[in-house]
């Protein structure tokens, strides 16, 4: 079992940064692939980005350039800096966990948290 907890999240206005973080418990975090996913209102859950057990990165061609994932295995917790953002930013972000590697598929991840509210104003 994993509990996901995540933080961070706020009103900024366009073009500027917010940073999310995800505090996960377990002591098997290690083997987890780790996402963020946002959901605004009227849309289907889309995925923003994603680090591999293995270290590898995917992200979201919408956020690519702009957001960064990592991840500190020590610390059992992954975070998500956003930085130029956009009115069409503006979400509800949601950390997950996956034990399948090499996915951004909502319905293979395995655990989530329970969202944190992002607005960008313009």
């Known amino acids: 079992q994993v509990q996901l907890v995540e933080s961070g999240g706020g009103l900024v206005q366009a073009g500027g940064s917010l940073r999310l973080s995800c505090a996960a418990s377990?002591?098997?975090?290690?083997?987890?692939?780790m996402g963020w996913f946002r959901q605004a209102p009227g849309k289907e859950r889309e995925f923003v980005a994603s680090?591999?057990?293995?270290?590898?990165?995917y992200y979201a061609d919408s956020v690519k350039g702009r957001f960064t994932i990592s991840r500190d295995n020590a610390k059992n917790t992954v975070n998500l800096q956003m930085n130029s953002l956009k009115p069409e930013d503006t979400a509800v972000y949601y950390c997950?966990?996956?034990?399948?590697?090499?996915?951004?598929?909502?319905?293979?991840?395995?655990?989530w948290g329970q969202g944190t509210q992002v607005t960008v104003s313009s």
């Open positions: 997950a966990a996956s034990t399948i590697s090499y996915t951004a598929l909502p319905s293979e991840f395995d655990y």
């Open positions: 680090r591999w057990s293995g270290g590898n990165t």
């Open positions: 377990g002591r098997t975090f290690s083997r987890y692939a």
